[in-house]
């Protein structure tokens, strides 16, 4: 492959499960690609397929009621069907994942250092003696203080923030070309988590990985990412560049999110606006536009017709005239740059 | 720790204390159990059984013969039976142990590995056909009762199958020292192992699938795959070890239990003279000095298998050694 060839391609990713209610389908269809050394924010409500994308990349999704179908080719190799043997060289070594929950994400029995050396063992020929001073390195690497202790620590005696930035050093082990992160800082604290987003952006420079960092928290995607992909029932709705999506995003849904941002500067809104109703089910999704109940611009042909990704670089999903929705996106994100 | 351990065993001594006083408390509360009836034997005149009764000490005060009773069992060690006249209590306590623990000890070994291989390998093929026959074989081994099975074994091995190549070898009913004769001790054991493991290797089965299949729903399972670590290991290293709690827990007290005592059924059927049958015997005859040693020593091991497994844990769960 050529050096500047796309490193992850998916194309048509649909994940479906089985159930009493029939078929939900929590990914229905996405298609998107990640370069190298890129990092890629990829923003949604619960439920809207964020976390799914993410573990069928990883091949994680291993409940036999799940359908995964399309594909997902990574350095040109296909992962979809890939037996676990060849997956297992794969993961942990060029694509690699931080979870969202650092206080469950490690195995309560074994240290930092020993789970750390499991991975590099898994993909290396060193012995597990040589693995220590590189996990050692590795939580150095990340930031952990006093590393040569800590590589002995058992997860329960490490604070939220550490554990997060543990199970990013087990990540980092094999230096990965790819990073999948999901919601990683959500479960921390404010202060905390602007230390792991830094350290994420500074992943790239270090390692030169590439990123797909899935949150819910836009400002999380204004910090690091280089661009957006906005998810709503389990299809993107909007993706484009970060300075183009939070100066003009083009899509009703965008516009909800930024307006319950609160603004940082000029009067206190009495009320945040938030976007009426809640999100679609995944075994019901509406005919037409998945969010078109929920939609102030909504008119008859959003509720038959499935919008498609319309645009160059910067695209969006919508039924509504592009010149139209773009007269409302200069009003609208006029408050969000100025937070930023 | 120093701490830990005084605490531990000022437990110990509450625990036997109070149950030596509830055992003998019974024991004087139960209509029908005088025991001087016993001792004088049938159709005794009224005279005899005062004497008796002074004789023995039965006729001070409840509080007294307690402490008299204490007295003989812990420091004087000369406490006799009231049945058996003569019968050195601590001694034929002491001589049971040796046959107890060859018992349960060996039944252990057997139980935990069937335990282990059934829950690993049900867990592991959960759905499958493997898993429901390992389930209901192990349904079956936990609902048969131990003294029928056992009676089974001995009508096979001891009388319609003896004369078989199959079970030729089968030494008559009984214990063998370990000492004397190592092959005849096994030989002696070996029926009986299979058959008081029978019940704990499907109850230790079923638990540990449990534990293993609610393990591998956890978030560091999933971690552990992402890391590209074979399935095999993820199941051993990652789910078996941290279900692995819920085991070493039940087996310590399962194992106190059976070598206080609670493998009586098992000791019965297959003439073994250990602290069960023992125990069966005293409370059949009421012979309370013999009672209250038995009982007595069984809380000992309960509590010490408590102690046992709370200092196992700290070594397979790290969570439990920074707990005060």
């Known amino acids: 492959m050529s050096a500047d060839a796309p490193l992850l391609v998916v194309k048509d990713l649909t994940v479906s499960f089985r159930s009493d209610e029939g078929l939900v389908r929590a990914v ?16 949604g409500e619960s439920g809207s397929g964020k976390s799914q994308t993410l573990l069928a990349i990883m091949g994680l999704i291993d409940s036999p009621n799940a359908i995964v179908s399309g594909s997902i080719r990574f350095m040109g190799q296909e992962l979809i069907g890939l037996k676990r043997r060849a997956l297992d060289a794969i993961r942990g070594r060029q694509i690699a994942m931080i979870f969202q929950d650092p206080m469950s994400a490690l195995t309560p029995v074994h240290t930092i250092g020993n789970q750390i050396a499991e991975q590099v063992r898994a993909h290396e020929k060193v012995s597990a003696k040589a693995a220590r001073p590189r996990a050692v390195q590795l939580l150095d690497a990340v930031g952990i203080a006093n590393p040569d202790r800590v590589v002995d ?41 602007a230390q792991i987003l830094e350290l994420i952006g500074r992943l790239r420079d270090q390692f030169g990985s590439a990123v797909i960092l899935v949150t819910h ?21 909007e993706e484009g560049g970060k300075s183009s999506v939070f100066r003009a995003p083009l899509h009703p849904y965008t516009w909800g999110l930024f307006g319950s941002i609160p603004p940082m500067e000029g009067p206190r809104p009495a009320r945040l606006a938030a976007i009426t109703g809640i999100p679609p089910s995944l075994s019901d999704l509406p005919k037409g536009c998945a969010f078109s109940p929920r939609c102030a611009f909504r008119h008859d042909a959003c509720l038959v017709q499935l919008p498609i990704m319309q645009g160059e670089s910067h695209r969006a999903a919508c039924l509504l005239p592009e010149t139209t929705r773009r007269q409302f996106a200069v009003q609208r994100a006029g408050g969000v740059e100025m937070q930023r | 720790m120093v701490t830990a351990l005084s605490f531990r065993l000022g437990q110990m ?11 003998f408390l019974i024991f004087f509360a139960t209509p029908g159990a005088d025991p001087s009836a016993r001792i004088a034997g049938r159709n005794a005149s009224q005279e005899t059984l005062i004497q008796v009764r002074h004789d023995f000490g039965l006729d001070r005060p409840l509080p007294v013969q307690y402490g008299l009773m204490m007295n003989r069992l812990f420091v004087s060690r000369d406490l006799t039976s009231f049945v058996n006249r003569g019968q050195r209590v601590i001694p034929t306590v002491i001589s049971a142990i040796p046959v107890t623990l060859s018992l349960v000890g060996g039944a252990a070994v057997l139980w935990v590995l069937g335990g282990l291989i059934v829950g690993v390998i049900a867990g592991a093929t959960r759905g499958t056909f493997v898993d429901r026959a390992l389930m209901i074989l192990s ?6 009762p131990v003294f029928w099975l056992g009676e089974v074994a001995n009508l096979l091995t001891q009388s319609r199958w003896h004369d078989s190549w199959l079970f030729s070898w089968v030494p008559p009913l009984g214990y063998i020292p370990l000492a004397e004769n190592p092959w005849g001790w096994f030989k002696a054991l070996v029926i009986p192992w299979f058959t008081l493991a029978t019940l704990y290797v499907g109850l230790y089965g079923r638990v540990l699938r449990a534990s293993l299949i609610e393990m591998m729903q956890e978030d560091f399972i999933r971690t552990a795959r992402a890391k590209g670590i074979g399935e095999r290991r993820v199941l051993l ?26 493998a009586l059924l098992t000791e019965v059927v297959f003439g073994l003279q250990g602290v069960g049958k023992l125990t069966y015997e005293a409370l059949q005859t009421l012979d309370l000095p013999m009672i209250l040693a038995t009982v007595i020593y069984a809380a000992f091991f309960v509590v010490m298998a408590n102690f046992v497994v709370d200092v196992v844990f700290v070594f397979i769960d790290p969570r439990a050694r920074d707990v005060g």
Do not use: W
């Open chain 1, 28 to 43: 229905g269809g996405i298609s998107f690609s990640v370069e190298q050394r890129e990092i890629v924010g990829v923003v």
């Open chain 1, 217 to 237: 928290d836009l400002g999380v995607v204004a910090e690091v990412a280089d661009r957006v992909l906005v998810m709503y029932g389990g299809r993107f709705v």
């Open chain 2, 139 to 144: 349904l079956i081994g936990v609902s048969i």
């Open chain 1, 153 to 193: 620590n058992y997860p329960h005696q490490l604070s939220g923030g550490m554990r997060q930035r543990a199970v990013i050093a087990m990540a980092l082990s094999c230096n990965p070309a790819l990073l999948v992160a999901d919601e990683p800082t959500t479960a921390l604290d404010v202060t905390v988590q």
């Open chain 2, 13 to 23: 001594v509450l625990v036997m204390f109070g149950i030596s006083v509830v055992a």
């Open chain 2, 237 to 262: 290293h990652h789910g078996l070890r941290t279900s692995l709690v819920a085991f070493v827990t039940m087996f310590g007290l399962d194992f106190g239990a059976l070598v206080g005592g609670g």
